[in-house]
């Protein structure tokens, strides 16, 4: 570990050989690129250390966006982003578009300021964009600089989404903004309110919250959280823009089953957006495209979405969706989150055995990940892998990597590897893997 810390700090550029206060014991080998910056005493800097690691789809000649994974504020949600770059559901999603992923990890003490790194005009801006020339470079893949943005936040990586759509608009392809947006209005004791341009109109948004922070819970730690997505909702629609909303029925400030939505969403946002060429402007959505939902947020009779030439509400208090299976989708999960999938999840692969320890590859389903692995054993049942009940996720369903209140694979880290605890010394055996998405439904 001490090799390991002194290589690390050298290798970023620090003053020092010391080991960072947040260390991160994931190691950052290829496909994985990691730097990190120590924190600046200069105005308008960031005043945090902060370290970025991206994953980049190993077949990937040329880059074609990057999917941003942001954690919220608060020590432990700020050390869950160090699992970010690491999680197979969202690598199914940005390795489909040609995307790299990247997961931050701002370094704030627990009772620190959030607002010096969430609002990202406070240095964390510059800090991320130096990242991605930085590791463009170490990676070897220099269009990472300049490539467009698909953007995810919880909480205060919420409001750092929501603020980098508005600052850079013409790099932002889609923004999912979980329990967090930033404000565009004056407000007391608030961060200065950005201004809503024509130009992030043109983006797709997606307000997305518990159903316990405020729309039908009223008392709870989290009940205000519903006023200020309401506002900045009607804001932006009220401008013309592309935003919708998203209440899980189930769950408060935690993440949810919000990740069967938020994929498909992106995946539509991202084949409808991003350009052939690299270089060439995002392309444009018009709002005649999409389907309309009314505003109705904690209802429980949800009224099913139109194609927007067919709605005949209230534009300014409606909710945009990109096409018909999201706004399925969207209609499943404001129910009930659980969101159907009937396709199967990839085959696993390159199964090795050495002596009586197994091991192999998959990657996750995009609409549904993936939650277990069946193994066989000369063609009969030998084993569910993790064991019933092992895959955790206290917040929505289990999931193979289990899952933090961050949305981010928990330490340490999940292994794809079983020993047959069964097999006789000396005896061949043939085994098969068949992975299992979260809907239940199994792979070839």
Same mark, same amino acid.
């Not at 930085?134 to 205060?156: F, I, N, Q």
């Given at each position: 570990m001490?090799?390991?810390?002194?290589f690390?700090?050298?290798l970023?550029g620090a003053?020092?050989?010391?080991?960072?206060p947040?260390v991160?014991?994931?190691?950052?080998?290829s496909?994985y690129?990691? *730097?990190?910056?120590? !924190?600046? =005493?200069?105005?308008g800097?960031?005043? #945090?250390?902060v +370290?970025?690691?991206?994953?980049?789809p /190993?077949?990937?000649?040329?880059?074609?966006?990057?999917v941003?994974?942001?954690h919220?504020?608060?020590e432990g949600?700020?050390?869950s982003?160090?699992?970010?770059?690491f999680d197979?559901?969202w690598?199914a999603?940005?390795?489909?578009h040609?995307?790299a992923?990247i997961?931050?990890?701002y370094e704030q003490?627990?009772?620190?300021?959030?607002q010096?790194?969430?609002d990202?005009?406070n240095?964390?801006d510059?800090?991320?964009?130096?990242?991605?020339?930085?590791l463009?470079?170490?990676?070897k893949?220099?269009?990472?600089a300049?490539?467009?943005?698909?953007?995810?936040g919880?909480?205060?990586?919420?409001h750092?989404?929501?603020?980098?759509?508005?600052?850079?608009?013409?790099?932002?392809?889609a923004?999912?903004?979980?329990?967090? *947006?930033?404000?565009? !209005?004056? =407000?007391?004791?608030?961060p200065a309110? #950005?201004?809503? +341009?024509?130009?992030?109109?043109?983006? /797709?948004?997606?307000?997305?919250?518990?159903?316990k922070?405020?729309?039908?819970?009223?008392?709870?730690?989290f009940?205000g959280?519903?006023p200020?997505?309401e506002?900045?909702?009607?804001a932006?629609?009220?401008?013309?823009a592309?935003v919708?909303v998203s209440v899980?029925?189930?769950?408060?400030?935690?993440?949810?089953?919000?990740?069967y939505?938020?994929m498909?969403?992106f995946?539509a946002?991202?084949?409808a957006r991003l350009?052939?060429n690299n270089g060439?402007p995002?392309?444009?959505?018009s709002?005649k495209d999409?389907?309309?939902?009314?505003l109705?947020?904690?209802?429980?009779?949800?009224i099913?979405?139109?194609?927007?030439?067919?709605f005949?509400?209230?534009?300014?208090k409606s909710i945009?969706?990109?096409n018909?299976?999201?706004?399925t989708?969207w !209609?499943?999960?404001?129910?009930?989150?659980a969101?159907?999938d009937?396709?199967?999840?990839?085959t696993?692969?390159?199964?090795?055995?050495?002596?009586n320890?197994?091991?192999?590859?998959a990657?996750?389903d995009?609409?549904?990940?993936?939650?277990?692995?069946?193994i066989?054993r000369?063609g009969?049942?030998l084993?569910?892998f993790p064991?019933?009940?092992q895959?955790k996720?206290?917040?929505?369903?289990?999931?193979?990597?289990?899952l933090?209140?961050?949305?981010?694979?928990?330490q340490p880290l999940?292994?794809?590897?079983?020993?047959?605890?069964k097999?006789e010394?000396?005896?061949?055996?043939?085994?098969?893997i068949i992975?299992?998405?979260?809907t239940g439904?199994?792979?070839?």
């Amino acid at each position: 570990m001490r090799c390991f810390a002194l290589f690390f700090v050298v290798l970023v550029g620090a003053v020092s050989a010391q080991e960072p206060p947040y260390v991160n014991s994931l190691p950052a080998e290829s496909p994985y690129y990691r *730097v990190r910056y120590e !924190a600046s =005493a200069k105005d308008g800097e960031l005043v #945090y250390p902060v +370290s970025f690691t991206v994953w980049i789809p /190993p077949a990937a000649k040329t880059l074609r966006g990057l999917v941003v994974h942001q954690h919220g504020c608060g020590e432990g949600s700020c050390k869950s982003g160090q699992t970010g770059a690491f999680d197979l559901h969202w690598q199914a999603l940005a390795k489909k578009h040609d995307c790299a992923l990247i997961s931050p990890v701002y370094e704030q003490p627990e009772k620190a300021n959030c607002q010096l790194w969430c609002d990202p005009r406070n240095g964390s801006d510059a800090a991320f964009q130096k990242s991605l020339t930085d590791l463009g470079a170490r990676s070897k893949h220099p269009e990472l600089a300049t490539v467009p943005w698909a953007l995810w936040g919880h909480s205060g990586g919420g409001h750092w989404a929501g603020g980098m759509t508005l600052l850079h608009p013409d790099r932002v392809v889609a923004a999912w903004l979980r329990s967090g *947006v930033p404000p565009t !209005a004056v =407000a007391e004791g608030k961060p200065a309110p #950005y201004t809503i +341009s024509e130009a992030a109109c043109q983006v /797709p948004v997606m307000v997305n919250l518990g159903t316990k922070e405020g729309v039908t819970d009223k008392e709870s730690r989290f009940a205000g959280v519903w006023p200020g997505n309401e506002a900045f909702f009607l804001a932006m629609r009220n401008k013309g823009a592309l935003v919708g909303v998203s209440v899980d029925p189930l769950s408060s400030h935690d993440c949810g089953n919000q990740r069967y939505l938020a994929m498909p969403w992106f995946d539509a946002c991202l084949t409808a957006r991003l350009p052939a060429n690299n270089g060439d402007p995002l392309k444009p959505i018009s709002a005649k495209d999409g389907w309309i939902a009314p505003l109705n947020a904690g209802d429980p009779n949800v009224i099913a979405p139109v194609a927007a030439a067919k709605f005949t509400g209230d534009l300014a208090k409606s909710i945009w969706l990109p096409n018909e299976p999201v706004a399925t989708a969207w !209609a499943q999960y404001t129910k009930d989150s659980a969101v159907t999938d009937v396709t199967p999840p990839p085959t696993p692969t390159n199964v090795r055995i050495v002596g009586n320890i197994l091991t192999w590859s998959a990657e996750a389903d995009l609409e549904s990940g993936l939650a277990s692995f069946i193994i066989e054993r000369d063609g009969e049942f030998l084993a569910n892998f993790p064991e019933q009940g092992q895959a955790k996720n206290p917040f929505g369903r289990p999931i193979f990597q289990n899952l933090s209140y961050s949305d981010t694979p928990t330490q340490p880290l999940v292994e794809m590897k079983f020993t047959d605890t069964k097999a006789e010394a000396g005896k061949a055996y043939q085994y098969r893997i068949i992975a299992v998405n979260t809907t239940g439904v199994k792979s070839k």
